[in-house]
């Protein structure tokens, strides 16, 4: 395969609401194989509505899509694509709708067309990865918010996708949560294009930063985002920065450091750009 | 919480086949409404509730429920009696009291309180799960085993949006009351729960859809049928043929 292979090739895509205004447009967005992409945007900008395009959930209004080289136009495409693309939803109530833990797992390998035994297989092996062991039997609904988030997770995963896309996956997690997401994903030899509100959860386990803005994507350094690490009360927890005013109170040393991963970083873009 | 307090245990009946239970259940519910002998009604009575003893359960929690049941009988016993024309059994002022409507309050009583028992000895001590599982392989059309799987699923769900949108009205300082704001506020909740409940059906939709749903459902229960549950079946057939025959073999009930 094919390490920068073209997978997902979006031309001129436009979308909007019935009735809502213009959400996408124009918007031209390539995911590549390898790629690990983190898209931060504010709300209401598009970022769920560009995963749903990529899944056929919701048809654009105008453009051109091209999923795994082939043209994604109706079901039947799509049908194709969500057999080798993973979304995990928001809510994991909405992708947990069996009574078993065991029985949601298995519900993507057996709609693949597995025998019922090797689904089985499967699903109890996305569980052990996941470290969900034993939670086979456990009833859906009571589970706690990051069991079932690591369960939504499993059942996306037991499909043995090749691209992962993730809508907020730590939103509401506690931070061990958290961490183990952190651990998982950077484990996973997958691609990935994840959206969160995280900087520092995205800086670790994403190549490129993208965002959106008037309906389009943009390359993170255009909007002048950049990693960099720094030190203060609370820091753990996700929060913003008013950039020009924390430059000022940076000491003149530590500049010169955040300047080189800065460096760093639009390299890296850079090389995703390219590739 | 909807909670399940029987569902689990260790008893004999708990370890039965949940195929047999809930087609013997189905039998024995079925002979006992279309009963009307008060010594059929008694004897089903007396079996429900040796059921119910075998299988172990919280009594306490039993109680409960056997009370809100016979809570609503209690209101069939203040009408019927009353209204119910025939034979005059005595007569409380100007009120007559007929013996059919007697007769026709007690029957109901029995029936409801056998069947409901025999219902908590039987059904409820499965998890809902295999109920759904149960009654799949019993050949209940697909599409209504799983909106029944999909209904206990998603009234946790509800209910934690309902409590949701109600303690944002309590916490702006509602307080409910017999006045046009409380009915109007209720109103709304209610509204908001089916647009959500419609929102949160479309994006289960969509979940499903990307996980390859093309409109089939798997179950992926087994279900043993061991030496017990034959002995169970065999019992509950000798039982319910006695049932039906003391029915038929007596006279008219009244």
Same mark, same amino acid.
């Given at each position: 395969?094919?390490? =920068? /292979?073209?997978?997902?090739? #979006?031309?001129?895509?436009?979308?909007?609401?019935?009735?809502?205004?213009?959400?996408?447009?124009?918007?031209?967005?390539? #995911?590549?194989?390898?790629?690990?992409?983190?898209?931060?945007?504010?709300?209401?900008?598009?970022?769920?509505?560009?995963?749903?395009?990529?899944?056929?959930?919701?048809?654009?209004?105008?453009?051109?899509?091209?999923?795994?080289?082939?043209?994604?136009?109706?079901?039947?495409?799509?049908?194709?694509?969500?057999?080798?693309?993973?979304?995990?939803?928001?809510?994991?109530? !909405?992708?947990?709708?069996?009574?078993?833990?065991?029985?949601?797992?298995?519900?993507?390998?057996?709609?693949?067309?597995?025998?019922?035994?090797?689904?089985? +297989?499967?699903?109890?092996?996305?569980?052990? #990865?996941?470290?969900?062991?034993?939670?086979?039997?456990?009833?859906? #609904?009571?589970?706690?918010?990051?069991?079932?988030?690591?369960?939504?997770?499993?059942?996306?995963?037991?499909? +043995?996708? /090749?691209?992962?896309?993730?809508?907020?996956?730590?939103?509401?997690? !506690?931070?061990?949560?958290?961490?183990?997401?952190?651990?998982?994903?950077?484990?996973?030899?997958?691609?990935?294009?994840?959206?969160?509100? !995280?900087? !520092?959860?995205?800086? /670790?386990?994403?190549?490129?930063?993208?965002?959106?803005?008037?309906?389009?994507?943009?390359?993170?350094?255009?909007?002048?985002?950049?990693?960099?690490?720094?030190?203060? /009360?609370?820091?753990?927890?996700?929060?913003?920065?008013?950039?020009?005013?924390?430059?000022?109170?940076?000491?003149?040393?530590?500049? +010169?450091?955040?300047?080189?991963?800065?460096?760093?970083?639009?390299?890296? =873009? +850079?090389?995703?750009?390219?590739? | 919480?909807?909670?399940?307090?029987?569902?689990?245990?260790?008893?004999?009946? &708990?370890?039965?086949?949940?195929?047999?239970?809930?087609?013997?259940?189905?039998?024995?519910?079925?002979?006992?409404?279309?009963?009307?002998?008060?010594?059929?009604?008694?004897?089903?009575?007396?079996?429900?509730?040796?059921?119910?003893?075998?299988?172990?359960?919280?009594?306490?929690?039993?109680?409960?429920?056997?009370?809100?049941?016979?809570?609503?009988?209690?209101?069939?016993?203040?009408?019927?009696?009353?209204?119910?024309?025939?034979?005059?059994?005595?007569?409380?002022?100007?009120?007559?009291?007929?013996?059919?409507?007697?007769?026709?309050?007690?029957?109901?009583?029995?029936?409801?309180?056998?069947?409901?028992?025999?219902?908590?000895?039987?059904?409820?001590?499965?998890?809902?799960?295999?109920?759904? &599982?149960?009654? &799949?392989?019993?050949?209940?059309?697909?599409?209504?085993?799983?909106?029944?799987?999909?209904?206990?699923?998603?009234?946790?769900?509800?209910?934690?949006?309902?409590?949701?949108?109600?303690?944002?009205?309590?916490?702006?300082?509602?307080?409910?009351?017999?006045?046009?704001?409380?009915?109007?506020?209720?109103?709304?909740?209610?509204?908001?729960?089916?647009?959500?409940?419609?929102?949160?059906?479309?994006?289960?939709?969509?979940?499903?859809?990307?996980?390859?749903?093309?409109?089939?459902?798997?179950?992926?229960?087994?279900?043993?049928?061991?030496?017990?549950?034959?002995?169970?079946?065999?019992?509950?057939?000798?039982?319910?043929?006695?049932?039906?025959?003391?029915?038929?073999?007596?006279?008219?009930?009244?």
């Amino acid at each position: 395969m094919n390490k =920068n /292979e073209l997978l997902i090739n #979006f031309e001129g895509i436009s979308f909007n609401y019935p009735g809502g205004i213009q959400v996408l447009s124009n918007l031209d967005f390539h #995911f590549h194989r390898g790629d690990r992409i983190g898209l931060i945007a504010p709300n209401g900008s598009g970022k769920t509505t560009l995963l749903h395009l990529i899944m056929g959930l919701l048809k654009p209004c105008t453009g051109r899509i091209e999923i795994f080289g082939k043209p994604a136009k109706d079901e039947k495409d799509f049908a194709d694509v969500r057999r080798r693309i993973g979304l995990l939803f928001q809510d994991a109530d !909405d992708q947990l709708f069996s009574p078993t833990v065991l029985e949601d797992v298995a519900f993507g390998p057996l709609n693949l067309g597995k025998p019922k035994n090797e689904a089985i +297989q499967i699903a109890q092996q996305t569980l052990a #990865f996941l470290g969900l062991d034993g939670f086979e039997n456990r009833i859906t #609904f009571k589970l706690s918010g990051g069991e079932k988030r690591l369960v939504s997770l499993a059942t996306v995963l037991a499909m +043995q996708p /090749e691209i992962l896309l993730l809508d907020e996956p730590i939103n509401g997690l !506690d931070m061990k949560t958290k961490a183990r997401l952190k651990e998982i994903l950077s484990s996973i030899n997958l691609s990935y294009l994840l959206i969160s509100h !995280d900087f !520092d959860f995205l800086a /670790e386990i994403v190549d490129a930063t993208y965002t959106m803005q008037d309906g389009k994507i943009l390359l993170d350094k255009e909007l002048h985002l950049h990693e960099h690490v720094h030190a203060h /009360e609370l820091g753990t927890y996700p929060h913003q920065h008013d950039m020009s005013e924390e430059r000022k109170n940076i000491p003149v040393g530590n500049r +010169q450091k955040t300047d080189d991963r800065r460096q760093e970083t639009n390299n890296s =873009n +850079q090389k995703s750009e390219t590739s | 919480m909807i909670s399940e307090p029987f569902a689990i245990g260790s008893s004999i009946v &708990h370890q039965l086949d949940p195929r047999i239970r809930v087609g013997f259940t189905i039998l024995y519910a079925f002979v006992i409404a279309l009963a009307y002998q008060f010594s059929v009604l008694i004897a089903a009575l007396m079996l429900s509730t040796i059921l119910v003893v075998i299988s172990q359960v919280n009594i306490k929690e039993v109680f409960k429920r056997i009370g809100m049941v016979n809570a609503l009988i209690f209101l069939l016993w203040l009408v019927l009696p009353f209204t119910f024309p025939g034979e005059v059994l005595t007569r409380i002022g100007p009120f007559a009291i007929y013996r059919p409507g007697v007769m026709f309050a007690a029957q109901i009583t029995l029936k409801s309180n056998a069947i409901l028992l025999a219902f908590i000895a039987l059904i409820a001590t499965m998890p809902f799960a295999t109920l759904g &599982h149960a009654l &799949h392989r019993l050949r209940v059309p697909q599409k209504i085993v799983h909106l029944l799987l999909m209904t206990y699923r998603y009234i946790f769900v509800i209910e934690q949006e309902y409590k949701r949108l109600l303690r944002a009205a309590k916490i702006r300082g509602f307080q409910p009351g017999t006045n046009i704001n409380t009915y109007r506020t209720f109103a709304y909740v209610i509204g908001m729960l089916f647009v959500r409940s419609a929102a949160r059906a479309e994006r289960v939709h969509q979940a499903m859809l990307c996980r390859g749903f093309k409109g089939k459902f798997y179950n992926l229960q087994e279900f043993k049928t061991g030496m017990g549950s034959w002995l169970f079946s065999i019992i509950m057939t000798v039982l319910i043929i006695g049932l039906i025959v003391m029915e038929v073999s007596k006279g008219k009930a009244f």
